[in-house]
Structure formats: structure tokens, C-alpha cells
């Protein structure tokens, strides 16, 4: 117990806290304890699950992205251009495309930062101002409305009807971002390539010295990323039943927030795919409480910041001061 | 002569080269490919234009010479603009008087260092990464500003306010004296005391400085309150020339402004760097924007090409550095 205690302190923080304002929403108001509501609240995260664990390889190889948000939006753009081209398309075409693209997208930042040997955040600023620049420079800001039915029909998994008569629901995007929070976890824990990406966040020198190319690791980290982007943009404009190319604008810091709030080390070698999806969902759980109270939308932003700063603040502060019971366990040592 | 020769390049700094070229280049390719472009007003417009991004530039310079970065910069600003508006508005709005600017602009110097000191303080005694820490406070900063102005603007402001963001003093625009006033602060700041030889050598390392005898944390939380007094300024100067305040005004210049810096010279990861240099950078970053304008280029083209411009510098040092070690290697 104390072995978990200290290797899953994040999460088991988290979790402890989620449970905690779950219980207190629960009884603050009638509907958040409710089927309908947490099965909403999963269908909503959904997309921003996909985009968190692609940035949490990253974070883990030591890197950081903020233009995958703004890839999304070009993947989104211009896979309902090439489905419209090709006239219609299907889900494996759609998600080859998408997937395609965003790969190929991760893979320029990945080339830029290796290649010219530039710290990820400068790329990565610099592509997001030219992917955005350039995808509302050619769209001209025009949203498309028109996708094949297939992309914007919902697609019901599992549905319940409740006492009141309402429906709860989980929808396609629940199950593709199981798929990508699955095979993120069976990348980074169960592979050798994953525990190459530990060791070059950690150590990129060390792990250079030990044999393990970097350009590669580069590549795989922001290809993975990319790939996560595409996918998230193809379930993005599913879920919203349009493409706006403005639509993810600024998504990308909510993400790295809630990432890092999950337990990821800006400076790589640290985080898991289980604090991540925590991460994401304690901001999420935080917005519908608030919205379920009645508290004024322009609050939420304010508030969710001063939770992020509190967290950031206490989980880089000396964790063994706040739980007396690992400093015996490191004393032992 | 050479004396002369030698202090202004110690002035300067070889950093500068960079941006003269830029300059040079920019002027000739605007000149020939638009014949407004050498003109009195397109100069004016950038005097008039530089200072906003300029005093936030400087703001973004002391966190990155120490190995960090102020995302919160233009939130900052706004919420700084803001406590000026209702200082204004709290003493009789169209009608308040000299006095209640001054106490107007004196809070919002306050609330942009107490910003930037939380940030300083939490980076500073926790070790968390100064993006995230910045972040947050950018988040939480931009939801406080949206929350009590609920997302609309303030405006209605008392005429004395124009000069600061119109007028001209001897032909040079109000606003660009101010910004030439900040440069020359940050660089006696950075090059004549202490505290500009700490940021320094916290850039280029953090241990060795500690143990060479210097309160880091001190010095760090000082660099990132003088960042959001910074800050302050430059909201009081958007104030000022939009006539209102608006949480997102110059959201925009966020990127711009490390653009700036990397352009004018500064090292990513800290440690070296110069005000004079970024200086020119911003001059030509400007008048770059200027020109784009000039030949018709939409707002988001002009962004993407920041972005390209940004790359290209990277790519240009790299390619410098490459070909030094390389150099070397022959020798």
C-alpha cells in the first residue's frame, strides 16, 4: 500500500480529489450524480483524452507542442476537402486520412527540432502561427457544414433510459478515445520503444550515449502526437457536426494544463497515461459542477486557473511535507 | 576613432548585426515592391505601433535571460489597463482629474508586479517550470478579466488621456518616448546592476550562481515582478491609444514578442542576450508588419509568415553556428 502510496502519488491525489468534489457536487446539486450526466461528461472529454495522451509522449521525451491543436483544425479542414473530392469516404478512409495528415504534421515539428536542433517550444510556437495563419488565410475563416452523413451521424454504443425519461448515452467518441488511451499505455509501458522515450526525457545525452537515436525517439514522440491531433480532429468535427477552423484555437493550452496537472514533467521522464486521463477529467469534472451550480461561465477560466496554479504549486513543493507518512518510508532508505 | 568604433560596438553588441542586415533587407524588398512604403507615414505608423508590442517585449526579455518565459504577459497587461479604467471610473469617469490617473496608474503598476510576483514567488520555492506556472497564470488571469468585465469593453475615458497615446512631443510620439524611456531602463537595468548580472548568470546557471554565493530566488522573484510591472506599462499605453480595454487586446503579440527576442539575438535557454538588439529587432519586426500591410497581405497571412520568419532565424543560427564549427575544425 505504501509502495503505491509513493509511486502513484499523483494519481492517487487526483483521484482522492475528484472523488472529493464529486461528493460534494453530488450533493450541492440534484443532476450531477446522475447516469446521464457522467456519461456526458465522458463524451465531452472524449476529445481532449485523445489530444492528452498524444502530448503526454511528447512531455515524456522531454519535449513540448502547442501548435497540435491548430494541426488538428488543418487535419479537420482538409480530410472534409479531400472526402468531398474522392465523394464520401468511410470511417477507415476518414481515420486514414486524418491520421495521415496529423502524423505528417507531427513528423515537419519533429524534422525542425532535430534537424536544426531547435528547443521544441520555438518550433512549435513558430508552426502554430503558420498552421493557423495559413489554414484561415486559404479558408478565409469559411466553416464547412456539408461532411458526408457517415462522419456527422451519431453513432449510439450503449444507451440507458433514465427515470425522468431522458436518455444517457455513450457515443462513437467514447470508444476511439478508449482505443487511443489504450494504445498510448500499451506504447509507453510495454514496449521498448517506450521505455526509450522514459530514458531520452530523463537523460537525452544518457540515452543518446546508450545507443538510442534521437532523431527517432523525435520522430515517434511527435509522430504519436500528430497522429493523436488527427484523430482528435476527425472525432472533434463527428461530435460538433461541422468543421470551424478558429474551433480548437487555443485548445492546446487547456490540454498542456490539464497534462501537467496529471502528474507530466515539463522536461520529460515523468507521467502516466492514468493521470493524464484523470487530469483531463478533473478539469472537466470542475466545469460541470460549476456550470450545474449556477455559477457565471466567465467564472470557470478564472477559477480553473487558480486550481491549475494551486496544483502546480503543491505537487512541486516537497510531496513527503504534506504526507508525513513518506518521509518515514524515505528515511528507511 | 576607433575608440568610438569600439564602444558603440560594446554598446550594441555583435548581437545587432543580425537585425541590421534584417533592417536593410526589409527596407530595400518594401521600398522596391511598394513605393508608399518609404514614407513619412509609414515611419510614423511604427512609432506609433511599436511601443505596445515593444514595452511587452521587454517584459517577455527577463524571464527568458533567466531560462524562463512570461506567458502571462498580455493578461497582464489587460487586467493593468483595467484597474486604471476603474480607478477612472470610480472618480467621475469623462471627468476624473490628473490626480485619479496618477492613483489609477499607480495601482495598475501594483497589480502587474503583484502578478508577476506570485508567479516569481511559486517559480522561485516550488522549482515548477515557469510555462506552466505562466500558463496558469495566464488562464486564471484571462478568466478574471472575463469574469468582471464579462467579456465586453470599457471605454469612456477623460480627454487628457489622448497625448499619451496620440500626441507628439518635438515630433516623436508620446508613446515611443515612453518605450525609449523603458529601454534605456532595462539596459542601465541589465548591464549596470547587480541585479542585471544575477539574471545573467541565473540564465546560464541556475546551481552555480547559488553556490557562488546568490539569493536565486530573490533575484528570480524580482526579474518576473519587474516583468509585470512591464507589463503594466504597456496596458496603460494600450489604454491609452484604443481609447478602451478589452481582456484580449494584443493576444496577438504573445508569440511576436518571443519572436522578437529570439530575433534580436537571445539565447532560448538563457543566460545571453541584450536590450539594445532586441530593440532593433522590434524596429524591423514593425516595419516587416508595415510593409505586409502596405501590399495588401491578409492579417492571418502576415501571422503564418511570423511563424516562417521565426523557423528561418532559428534555421540561419544554426546554420551559423554549423559553419563556425565547422571553421574551426579546418583550422
Not at chain 1, 37 to 58: M, R
Not at chain 1, 214 to 225: E, H, K, S, T, Y
Not at chain 2, 149 to 154: E, F, L, M, P, S
Request: contains cysteine; hydrophobic residues 55%; aromatic residues 10%.
Amino acid at each position: 500500500m505504501r509502495r503505491l502510496l509513493r509511486t502513484h502519488t499523483t494519481e492517487i491525489c487526483l483521484l482522492v480529489v475528484i472523488v472529493l468534489i464529486g461528493a460534494f457536487l453530488s450533493f450541492a446539486t440534484p443532476r450531477f450524480f446522475t447516469l446521464g450526466n457522467a456519461f456526458d461528461l465522458l463524451n465531452i472529454s472524449s476529445v481532449n483524452i485523445i489530444f492528452a495522451v498524444g502530448l503526454l509522449v511528447v512531455l515524456i521525451a522531454g519535449g513540448i507542442d502547442i501548435s497540435f491543436a491548430v494541426a488538428a483544425s488543418v487535419v479537420q479542414y482538409v480530410t472534409a476537402l479531400i472526402l468531398a473530392k474522392v465523394g464520401g469516404g468511410g470511417w477507415a478512409s476518414g481515420l486514414l486520412i486524418a491520421g495521415g495528415i496529423g502524423t505528417l504534421l507531427g513528423a515537419f515539428n519533429a524534422f525542425l527540432i532535430h534537424r536544426f536542433k531547435i528547443i521544441s517550444i520555438v518550433v512549435t510556437i513558430a508552426t502554430f502561427n503558420i498552421y493557423f495563419g495559413l489554414l484561415m488565410f486559404f479558408t478565409r475563416g469559411v466553416s464547412i457544414y456539408t461532411l458526408p452523413d457517415w462522419w456527422t451521424e451519431r453513432i449510439i454504443l450503449y444507451e440507458r433510459e433514465m427515470a425522468d425519461g431522458s436518455w444517457a448515452e455513450i457515443r462513437l467518441p467514447v470508444l476511439v478515445m478508449a482505443i487511443c488511451v489504450a494504445a498510448t499505455w500499451f506504447l509507453i509501458r510495454h514496449t521498448t520503444t517506450g521505455r526509450q522515450l522514459y530514458a531520452f526525457g530523463d537523460n537525452p545525452e544518457g540515452a543518446r550515449r546508450f545507443g538510442i537515436s534521437i532523431g527517432v525517439m523525435q520522430f515517434i514522440a511527435f509522430g504519436w502526437l500528430g497522429l493523436m491531433a488527427g484523430i482528435g480532429g476527425l472525432i472533434q468535427a463527428h461530435y460538433a457536426q461541422e468543421v470551424v477552423p478558429n474551433a480548437l484555437y487555443g485548445r492546446e493550452l487547456d490540454v498542456l494544463a490539464a497534462v501537467v496537472l496529471g502528474g507530466a514533467r515539463l522536461g520529460g521522464g515523468k507521467g502516466s497515461v492514468l493521470g493524464c486521463v484523470l487530469g483531463v477529467l478533473l478539469i472537466s469534472i470542475t466545469q460541470n459542477g460549476l456550470n450545474l451550480m449556477g455559477v457565471s461561465p466567465f467564472a470557470f477560466k478564472m477559477i480553473i486557473g487558480a486550481i491549475i496554479l494551486v496544483a502546480i504549486t503543491l505537487s512541486n513543493s516537497r510531496i513527503e511535507r504534506l504526507l508525513p507518512i513518506l518521509k518515514t518510508e524515505r528515511r528507511h532508505r | 576613432m576607433t575608440t568610438l568604433v569600439r564602444r558603440t560596438r560594446h554598446l550594441l553588441g555583435s548581437e545587432i548585426a543580425g537585425s541590421v542586415v534584417a533592417f536593410v533587407a526589409v527596407v530595400v524588398v518594401f521600398g522596391l515592391a511598394s513605393p508608399q512604403f518609404l514614407s513619412r507615414a509609414t515611419f510614423g505608423s511604427v512609432a506609433f505601433q511599436l511601443p505596445e508590442l515593444g514595452l511587452l517585449t521587454l517584459a517577455m526579455l527577463l524571464p527568458i535571460l533567466t531560462g524562463g518565459l512570461n506567458l502571462a504577459i498580455t493578461f497582464t497587461a489587460n487586467i493593468a489597463g483595467l484597474t486604471v479604467a476603474w480607478t477612472l471610473q470610480a472618480n467621475g469617469g469623462l471627468d476624473a482629474g490628473p490626480g485619479s490617473f496618477l492613483l489609477g496608474v499607480a495601482l495598475a503598476l501594483a497589480a502587474g508586479a503583484a502578478s508577476g510576483l506570485v508567479m516569481g514567488l511559486v517559480i522561485a520555492y516550488t522549482k515548477a517550470h515557469p510555462i506552466l506556472v505562466s500558463l496558469s497564470m495566464m488562464i486564471f488571469l484571462r478568466g478574471l478579466g472575463e469574469f468582471l468585465t464579462r467579456g465586453g469593453d470599457v471605454s469612456g475615458f477623460p480627454a487628457f488621456l489622448r497625448p499619451f497615446g496620440h500626441g507628439s512631443l518635438m515630433g516623436i510620439p508620446v508613446p515611443l518616448l515612453i518605450f525609449i524611456l523603458c529601454v534605456a531602463l532595462w539596459h542601465v537595468l541589465l548591464s549596470r546592476t547587480r541585479l542585471g548580472f544575477n539574471t545573467y548568470m541565473i540564465g546560464s546557471n541556475i546551481e552555480a550562481t547559488r553556490y557562488s554565493g546568490v539569493n536565486t530566488r530573490r533575484v528570480i522573484v524580482l526579474v518576473y515582478t519587474l516583468s509585470g510591472a512591464m507589463c503594466a506599462v504597456a496596458g496603460i499605453i494600450m489604454l491609452a491609444r484604443f481609447n478602451s480595454v478589452r481582456v484580449g487586446h494584443g493576444e496577438s503579440y504573445l508569440l511576436i514578442t518571443v519572436l522578437a527576442c529570439f530575433l534580436g539575438g537571445v539565447n532560448p535557454f538563457g543566460g545571453f542576450g541584450r536590450v539594445i538588439p532586441v530593440f532593433a529587432a522590434l524596429v524591423v519586426l514593425q516595419l516587416f508588419s508595415s510593409g505586409l500591410n502596405l501590399l495588401g497581405a491578409n492579417q492571418h497571412l502576415a501571422t503564418a509568415v511570423w511563424g516562417v520568419l521565426l523557423v528561418g532565424v532559428m534555421i540561419l543560427r544554426w546554420l551559423a553556428g554549423h559553419f563556425r564549427t565547422v571553421l574551426r575544425r579546418k583550422e
